[in-house]
């Protein structure tokens, strides 16, 4: 299992890789944390597409050094030395000698614990927007998404009531950036949905917003109210194929349940 070794000043991580989308950054939602100013808060994602990693960085000024060259994308191979901000991070195929830390993610306890800080914090926040950016931003983080929306029902028509990045800001122009075909085949069978390639699967391939948006991995569950759809939750990572799996799904299942009793509470 391929290694992250992060070292600034005179402190030394490794962190093992084994989600299909790592980010990386000063902010401390991110995989891999490299507390450094000269760092954004999400400064990089490492991609794995399977056989091969390959880092981006998420804006045209996050740039940073692979082997003395600077970069904004690189296919890594076995010890690669990258330099982000002033800590030095080197990549390793193999297993290091020192105990690796696991990344956060998708991963039953640590998943949970985040459902309960959220409810704790439903708890202590009357602003429903907050709670609901909240909410979201936390189902980005768990996915592996890169971007999240919650929609609601409003007479009868599907409105996005929030809209957020993997940095936690709100997208623009939200509408444009989900798939309606996705979207009617969970309203009309109401219904949790992955699709793990949705430019080649069978349905939805043809669709013209899968298509124009260049989907890969996408993921739907409905909020229900005593069997009534009231919204969805709707999250998507438009570089990695087959990121979502069962386990994703039934994390976000419990989190679309508790969306719903928020705004059923509303």
Avoid: W
């Amino acid at each position: 299992m391929a290694n992250l070794r992060v070292k600034l000043q005179n402190s030394v991580k490794v962190y093992t890789l084994f989600k299909k989308l790592t980010t990386i950054g000063r902010d401390e939602a991110n995989d891999v944390i490299i507390r450094d100013p000269l760092v954004d808060d999400v400064h990089a994602h490492l991609l794995f597409d399977g056989k091969n990693y390959q880092i981006l960085a998420t804006e045209g000024k996050n740039t940073f050094l692979v082997n003395g060259r600077r970069r904004s994308k690189h296919k890594l191979s076995d010890e690669d030395t990258l330099r982000i901000g002033d800590a030095e991070v080197v990549f390793l195929e193999r297993e290091p000698a020192a105990e690796p830390t696991r990344p956060r993610g998708p991963q039953g306890t640590s998943d949970y614990q985040k459902l309960f800080d959220v409810a704790r914090r439903i708890l202590n926040e009357t602003d429903l927007s907050v709670v609901l950016e909240n909410l979201m931003d936390v189902v980005v983080e768990i996915t592996g998404a890169d971007k999240g929306f919650l929609i609601l029902t409003q007479n009868e028509k599907m409105d996005i009531k929030v809209a957020r990045n993997v940095a936690r800001e709100n997208i623009a122009q939200a509408v444009d950036q989900v798939s309606d075909s996705i979207i009617a085949r969970v309203v009309r069978n109401k219904k949790p949905l992955i699709v793990s390639d949705a430019l080649n699967h069978e349905e939805f391939a043809t669709a013209r917003s899968v298509m124009d948006l260049n989907l890969n991995s996408v993921m739907c569950v409905p909020l229900l109210d005593r069997g009534n759809l009231i919204g969805l939750i709707y999250v998507g990572n438009s570089n990695i194929r087959g990121l979502f799996v069962q386990q994703t799904l039934e994390i976000l299942t419990v989190f679309s349940s508790l969306a719903s009793l928020v705004v059923r509470n509303a």
